[in-house]
């Protein structure tokens, strides 16, 4: 069975400062691989894809499937960054469960 | 505006009860998911549906079954509740029943008494 795995429950940093979510996960096949984000008080909403290989919010994740990793970065924080980060993992094959990791809350200080 | 939504968005009941929570994934899309977030927990992959279809199961409990009705509505039943039953639960939709993107609701937050 798949997981992912986010080992940050809480990452705090300055504004200004680099960001690094990580994410690992366990598959046997060839997964797609999203972040999810949800800011206070809006509903979860899709951040990027593995697939788009595109830089959003200033945001990028890069699949290594050597360490089976997605890390989330951003150079430079900002303050509206602040939001629950989830990782998620699509299966490619056989029985069709999105899976989610636990989350990891940022917060960005000023 | 992802135009899933979830009604009720708050519900307070007591152990024992049954309630039922309702979902309408966004217009044109086919498939329905139901997660289940407690406190401290990620989200909970509960039941899985496809154009009326279930399509794949996690680990919900006996007490609790889904539906999804011909308009593609579904409806998430809970019974017997018990106090660990309190949490949010997510309805997401997605246009195919294998990839891409999940759209999510608000969520209906369920408190057992």
């Known amino acids: 069975a798949q997981r992912v795995t986010q080992p940050e429950k809480l990452l705090s940093v300055f504004k200004g400062a680099p960001v690094e979510l990580k994410c690992n996960y366990s598959y046997s096949g060839s997964p797609e691989l999203f972040w999810y984000v949800q800011y206070s008080r809006q509903r979860l909403q899709l951040l990027l894809r593995?697939?788009s290989r595109e830089s959003i919010k200033g945001f990028t994740a890069d699949l290594n499937k050597g360490e089976t990793s997605f890390h989330l970065k951003k150079p430079f924080a900002q303050e509206e960054d602040s939001a629950m980060y989830y990782c998620?993992?699509?299966?490619?094959?056989?029985?069709?469960?999105?899976?989610f990791g636990r989350g990891t809350s940022l917060i960005v200080h000023p | 505006d992802s135009g899933v939504t979830q009604t009720p968005k708050h519900l307070i009941t007591a152990t024992g009860q049954r309630v039922t929570l309702r979902c309408s994934p966004r217009s044109g899309d086919l498939s329905v998911y139901w997660y289940q977030q407690s406190l401290d927990q990620g989200l909970q992959f509960l039941i899985h549906y496809y154009n009326g279809e279930e399509r794949a199961k996690g680990n919900i409990l006996e007490r609790f079954s889904a539906q999804q009705f011909p308009d593609l509505h579904s409806e998430l039943n809970l019974s017997s509740l018990e106090l660990g039953d309190s949490a949010l639960y997510f309805c997401a939709s997605s246009v195919t029943g294998g990839g891409g993107e999940l759209f999510f609701g608000e969520g209906s937050r369920l408190t057992v008494l």
């Open positions: 998620a993992l699509n299966p490619s094959g056989g029985s069709y469960i999105p899976t």
């Open positions: 593995h697939i």
